[in-house]
C-alpha cells in the first residue's frame, strides 16, 4: 500500500466566526439597548410632536436637533462596545483564554474589532428604516431630515469607534479607558484654554493665536455640528438648516484610520499588563509628563484670575504665578507616578523628569516677564503696514491717516499699562495691522474707559474716537454692501420711548417694505453721511455726543451673500437732528416726527456708553 502525500498551504482568516458568535451571545443585549435608545429618540420622538399637533416648522427644527443629539448617543454607544468586545485585555484568566486559542492576534484584534462595531451601524440603519416607513406620504416630516439623522449616526459612531479602540490599547485598566477617552478627546482644547488664560493674565496685549481646537474632536464638533435658522428673502419663516457634517466627516475618517495604530500596539501589547494604567510600558514617561505639565497649567490658570486682582501686575505677579506652576507641576508629576507604580511611595524615586518641567516652565515665565520676544512692545512701522483694521469696528481701510492714528493708539495703550493694568472701570480695544509681507498683527487691550481719564487727555479712548470721525473711515463704516430691496429681509424704524418703570416698553417699532428700505438708504442715508453728522460713531457716549443724537433708529436685515452659516447681517444707525434728507423723508413717507435723545431719555447721561 502506498500513501499518497498532497502538500496543502493552510489558509489563514483575518474573521474567526466562532469568536464572533461567542462575544455576540455574551454582550447583544448592550446593541439591543442601543436600539432601543435610537427608536426612541427618533420615531417615537417625532410621532409625539405629530401627536401634539406642532407645526411643521417646529418638527423640522426638532428632526435636525435630534440628528445633533444622537451623536450623543452614539459616542457612548461605541465606548461602551469597544469595553464591551475587548474586556477580555483587563481580565488576566481571560487574556490567556484568548491567548491560549488556535488564532492569531490579528484574527483576535479584526473580529472583536467588527463584532463590536457592526451592531452600532446594523442599529442606526435600521431606526433610518423604520422611521421611513413609519412617515412615509407625511408632508410635514421630510425624508432629507431623517437621512442627515443617519449620516451623523454613522460618522459619529466610526469616529468615536475608531478612537476608543485606539485608546483602548492604551490602557490595561477598564475603567481607566472611559477616562482616557474623554481625556484624550478634550486634551488640546482644554491645553489650549489653559494656556490662553496665563498668556491673558501675563502678556499685556495678548490678543491670542490660531486656534487648535480641532484637534480636539468632542469640544469642537460640539460647537461645529449646530442647527441655526436662517431667514429666507422677504420672509419672516426661517430655514433651518444643520452645520458641522464636514468636521463630522473629518473626524469618521480620522476614526477608521486609528484603528490600524490600534492593531500595532495590539501585536505588540504584553498581555501581563492587566490593571496597569499604562499598558506600553515606553509611553509612561509621556504620561508623568503631560500630567505634570497638565496639572502645572491648570493650578496656575486656576488661580490667575484671583491672583491678578490682588497682587496686580508685575514681577510680584510673575513670582507668584511662577510657584503656583511649580507646585501644580509635583502634585501632577507624583500622582502620574502613585498611578503608576499602585503605591503612595513615590517621593524618594528620581526626579528627573520633574526638573526638567520646572526648567521649561520657569523659563517661559521669564520670557514673558522679561518681554525677551519684544511682543509687548512691537509697534509696526508706517511702511510696512499694508491697511489696518478700524478699532472694535471690523472694517479694513489702507487711509494713511488711519494708520497713522491707529499706531498712534496702540503705542498710547503701551505708554499706559501700568495706569489701565490697575485701572477699575475697563473696556476693551481690538487692534490689528496687515503687513505687506502677508502677515498680520494684532493686538488687544483692557484700557481705563472712565470718562474722567478721558477727559485727561491720555486716554486711547479719544483717540478711537477721533478715528471714527475721520470723514473717510465715517462714509466707509456706512457703506454696508448691497442693500438693494431683493436683499432686504425686513426694516424697521424704532422710536424711543419715555421710560416710566422698568416693565415699560423701551421703544415702538414701524416696520418698512423692502423698496422703501433701499430708497431711505440710498437717497437719504447715504448723502446725509456726507454732510451731516448722520453715521457718526462716538466711541462712546458723553454730553457731546448725545448733543446732534435723536430718539430714532434704523435697522436693515440684510442676506450676507456669504452662506447661511453666517445669517444675515444687520445695518443700523441712529438718525441725528441735522440729517435734512432723512429726516424729510421720514416725515413725508411715515409721519415720523423725531425728537431730540436726551428728550426721551435724559437720564442717559448718568452713565457712559461704548461701541
Request: some cysteine; proline content about 4%.
Amino acid at each position: 500500500m502506498s500513501w499518497e502525500v498532497r502538500s496543502m498551504k493552510s489558509k489563514t482568516s483575518l474573521f474567526s466566526p466562532g469568536l464572533s458568535r461567542n462575544i455576540i451571545s455574551r454582550f447583544w443585549p448592550l446593541w439591543i439597548v442601543y436600539l432601543g435608545v435610537l427608536l426612541v429618540q427618533l420615531p417615537f420622538t417625532v410621532s409625539g410632536y405629530l401627536a401634539q399637533g406642532v407645526s411643521a416648522l417646529y418638527t423640522m427644527d426638532r428632526i435636525l436637533q435630534l440628528s445633533v443629539n444622537v451623536a450623543g448617543y452614539a459616542m457612548a454607544a461605541s465606548l461602551l462596545s469597544v469595553m464591551a468586545v475587548f474586556s477580555y485585555l483587563y481580565s488576566k484568566r481571560s487574556c490567556s483564554l484568548i491567548n491560549s486559542l488556535p488564532v492569531r492576534r490579528e484574527t483576535a484584534f479584526v473580529t472583536a474589532c467588527l463584532t463590536g462595531l457592526l451592531p452600532l451601524l446594523l442599529a442606526e440603519l435600521l431606526t433610518w428604516l423604520i422611521a421611513l416607513g413609519v412617515f412615509a406620504g407625511s408632508e410635514i416630516v421630510r425624508p432629507e431630515y431623517l437621512n442627515s439623522w443617519l449620516l451623523i449616526a454613522l460618522l459619529s459612531t466610526l469616529a468615536s469607534y475608531g478612537f476608543a479602540l485606539f485608546c483602548a490599547m492604551l490602557t490595561g485598566h477598564i475603567l481607566v479607558l472611559p477616562a482616557l477617552f474623554l481625556v484624550l478627546n478634550t486634551a488640546v482644547y482644554v491645553l489650549e484654554a489653559l494656556v490662553q488664560t496665563l498668556l491673558n493674565t501675563l502678556v499685556y496685549g495678548y490678543e491670542g493665536g490660531t486656534s487648535i481646537s480641532r484637534l480636539s474632536p468632542l469640544p469642537y464638533a460640539g460647537k461645529a455640528l449646530r442647527v441655526i435658522s436662517y431667514p429666507a428673502s422677504g420672509s419672516l419663516e426661517p430655514e433651518y438648516i444643520l452645520l458641522g457634517m464636514d468636521s463630522l466627516a473629518v473626524y469618521a475618517v480620522v476614526g477608521v484610520l486609528f484603528i490600524a495604530p490600534a492593531l500595532l500596539l495590539y501585536r505588540r501589547r504584553k498581555m501581563e499588563c492587566v490593571g496597569d494604567v499604562v499598558a506600553i510600558k515606553s509611553l509612561e514617561p509621556v504620561f508623568k509628563y503631560c500630567a505634570s505639565i497638565y496639572a502645572a497649567l491648570g493650578f496656575g490658570a486656576l488661580l490667575a484670575g484671583t491672583m491678578d486682582n490682588a497682587l496686580g501686575s508685575g514681577p510680584l505677579e510673575s513670582a507668584v504665578l511662577a510657584l503656583l506652576l511649580v507646585l501644580g507641576a509635583a502634585l501632577g508629576y507624583y500622582a502620574a507616578e502613585m498611578l503608576l507604580q499602585k503605591s503612595l511611595r513615590v517621593f524618594r524615586s528620581r526626579m528627573r523628569g520633574l526638573l526638567i518641567v520646572w526648567a521649561v516652565l520657569l523659563l517661559g515665565v521669564a520670557v514673558i516677564e522679561f518681554d525677551l520676544t519684544g511682543y509687548e512692545r512691537r509697534v509696526p512701522e508706517t511702511d510696512d503696514i499694508e491697511s489696518v483694521v478700524i478699532i472694535n469696528d471690523g472694517r479694513v481701510t489702507e487711509d494713511a491717516e488711519s494708520i497713522k492714528l491707529t499706531r498712534k493708539i496702540h503705542q498710547t495703550a503701551i505708554d499706559n499699562e501700568e495706569h489701565n493694568r490697575q485701572a477699575e472701570s475697563t473696556s476693551i480695544i481690538y487692534i490689528r495691522y496687515e503687513l505687506k509681507d502677508g502677515s498680520s498683527l494684532g493686538r488687544s487691550y483692557w484700557v481705563d474707559g472712565s470718562l474722567e481719564w478721558i477727559e485727561n487727555g491720555n486716554s486711547e479712548f479719544a483717540l478711537c474716537r477721533e478715528l471714527y470721525m475721520l470723514p473717510q473711515n465715517k462714509e466707509l463704516m456706512m457703506k454696508a454692501g448691497e442693500i438693494k430691496a431683493e436683499n432686504v429681509i425686513f426694516c424697521d424704524i424704532e422710536q424711543l420711548l419715555p421710560k416710566s418703570d422698568e416693565f415699560s416698553l423701551n421703544y415702538e417699532q414701524l416696520r418698512l417694505s423692502p423698496q422703501q428700505a433701499e430708497e431711505l438708504y440710498t437717497q437719504c442715508i447715504l448723502p446725509d453721511t456726507r454732510d451731516s453728522m448722520l453715521g457718526t460713531r462716538w466711541f462712546y457716549m458723553d454730553e457731546e455726543a448725545y448733543e446732534t443724537r435723536s430718539d430714532t433708529s434704523l435697522y436693515i436685515h440684510v442676506e450676507s451673500g456669504e452662506g447661511p452659516e453666517y445669517g444675515p447681517y444687520v445695518f443700523s444707525v441712529d438718525i441725528t437732528l441735522d440729517a435734512e434728507r432723512t429726516l424729510a423723508w421720514l416725515e413725508e413717507n411715515l409721519d415720523i416726527e423725531v425728537k431730540p435723545y436726551l428728550e426721551v431719555r435724559p437720564e442717559a447721561l448718568e452713565g457712559t456708553m461704548y461701541y
